[in-house]
């Protein structure tokens, strides 16, 4: 099945009100600017998705990618383990002013909650956070003479992320860091867009090579010459404006 998308405004269109999207990404490796910025030119256009939780490793930085699509006011609630990073004035202030909600999870949980999801795993026990304020009102247990915290999985209704190279069938390969939390991400979504800096016929990855296979993949747009995150706030870039 040929999986190829012919633009960013259709890669996006199926993304309703209230969604769950994870995003790839840690920090700008592997973030996919483009396909966000098509899902807030969308909303610009037709007051349309909002109300979305949005699981990442953190809440954004300046005013691109994540955090612009918090300033637009589409987010409701950030699933991430960083909501404090280089510059991440657009979600301190829609939090403080209760705005936006926040679940806080540890990077290393986070990863293995998204696994789960993808590997049909409802919940697991882990000693991280054991003692701590994220572990009130879960599941404890003791394994071994250690105590444990039980965490569920995380899934979402789609997965945006950003690989190197896709074929028209979706198998994938990522760049470097980049490969991050993109693979498990979808496996854990029920749809899967993926903006690849180069489209390849089929045969033009090696089997070998292909990291996420596109039994997980639903969609794939070549974008040739993507932004990287922090680029972008060099430059003081906003979205959608072109000066912050």
Known sequence: MDKRIPNLTEAVAGIPDGATVMIGGFGGSGA??????????????????????VINNNAGNGHVGIA?????????????SFPRSADPRVFTDRYLAGEIELELVPQGTLAERIRAGGAGIPAFYTPTSYGTD???????????????????????????????LGD???????????????PLMAMAAAQTIVQVTKAVAPGGIDPEHVVTPGIFVD???????????????????????VQA
């Not at 612009?68 to 991430?80: H, N």
């Not at 993507?226 to 706030?233: D, G």
Request: glycine share 6%; hydrophobic share 40%; charged share 25%.
């Open 219 to 241: 969609g794939i747009i070549e974008v040739a010459d993507p932004a990287q995150e922090e680029e972008l706030n060099r430059a003081n870039a906003a979205h959608p404006k």
């Open 68 to 80: 612009a699509m918090i300033e637009q006011g589409m987010v409701r609630k950030m699933v991430c």
């Open 134 to 164: 994220l572990a009130k009102g879960k599941s404890e247990a003791e394994f071994d003479g250690r105590k444990y915290v039980q965490e569920r999985w995380l899934k979402a209704d789609f997965a945006l992320i950003k690989a190197e």
């Open 32 to 53: 996919p600017i483009e396909l966000i910025h098509a899902l807030i030119d969308r909303y610009l256009a037709t007051g349309s998705p909002g109300n979305l939780t």
């Open 168 to 182: 028209h069938y979706g198998n994938l390969t990522y760049r470097m860091a980049a490969r991050n939390f993109s």
